[in-house]
């Protein structure tokens, strides 16, 4: 297993700044970067270990609080052990700045993350890779589609509402991103239905994008955050597997690691 360090870092954003979690192999070296968006429940311990888990494989990684407009980290009081039918006020408080998210936000927000990861002595000069998860693979699919140049691999898992009838839905910048693109779609997932999951694909294949998109037997939504209710493990280390084959293929820099 590489040594990591983790820090946390301040960003400058056109609307204030922005905290965020950086984790790097601690060799001296740089190292190939990967953009990681957080779900809604914002960046907390388990998103950071899930950061470290990347940086130990060879990869330098950054988690950008995408509520920072309301606060630093953590902008919601979270129990260790996150059940969302036992508080449903949680969701009372984070779905408005969910909202607030606007793709032009976003789009904003995004070229802060990548401007961070370019001038970090840490990150590899060349294209990055983006994964989120829940509300997160949305952004990391505005992300792609907003910085074609620059992302070479975008993932979403669980991800919500990608592919709706809204004429601003994120499955409309596909025909922007030059990246591979993988997909793992929970199929007890209400937030992303059947006919979404068709739209997505579709858009994919019209686009002309590598891609793949799968559907994980029995998961839910949030099926990777293993400090929630929803919490699946063989989902979650098939995700892994997914998201390291994924960054090899195109960023490189991959090391073994338990």
């Known amino acids: 297993m590489s ?3 983790g820090t946390s870092v301040d960003i400058p954003t056109q609307d204030g700044t922005a905290d965020a979690y950086l984790v790097y192999p601690d060799d001296h070296s740089p190292h190939p970067a990967v953009l990681l968006y957080m779900d809604a429940f914002g960046l907390r311990p388990h998103l950071k270990k899930m950061a470290d888990r990347l940086a130990e494989h060879g990869y330098t990684v950054l988690v950008p609080n995408v509520f920072y407009r309301h606060g630093r980290s ?8 996150i059940d969302p039918s036992a508080r449903p006020d949680l969701f009372q408080q984070i779905m408005p700045m ?3 998210l606007t793709p032009e936000r976003v789009e904003r927000d995004s070229e802060a993350w990548l401007r961070l990861l370019a001038d970090c002595p840490q990150a590899a000069k060349g294209p ?9 693979a949305r952004l990391a699919l ?4 907003a910085h074609p140049d620059r992302v070479a691999a975008v993932a979403g898992f669980h991800g919500g509402q990608l592919a709706t009838d809204a004429p601003d839905s994120p499955h409309r910048v596909v025909d922007r991103i030059t990246a591979e693109a993988y997909f793992g779609h929970a199929d007890q ?3 992303m239905p059947p006919e979404q999951m068709q739209r997505l694909e579709q858009a994919l294949t019209d686009a002309g994008v590598r891609h793949r998109c799968e559907v994980y037997p029995g998961a839910q939504h949030g099926y990777t955050q293993s400090d929630t209710a929803s919490y699946d493990a063989e989902a979650a280390e098939r995700h892994w ?7 090899e293929r195109t960023l490189g820099g991959a090391r073994t690691a338990s």
């Open 74 to 81: 953590p902008v919601v009081d979270l129990p260790e052990f």
């Open 98 to 100: 969910m909202q607030e």
């Open 241 to 247: 597997r997914e998201l390291l084959a994924l960054l």
């Open 189 to 191: 997932d209400r937030s």
């Open 128 to 136: 990055v890779g983006v994964t989120g998860y829940c509300m997160g």
């Open 3 to 5: 040594s990591i360090r």
């Open 142 to 145: 505005r992300t792609a589609g």
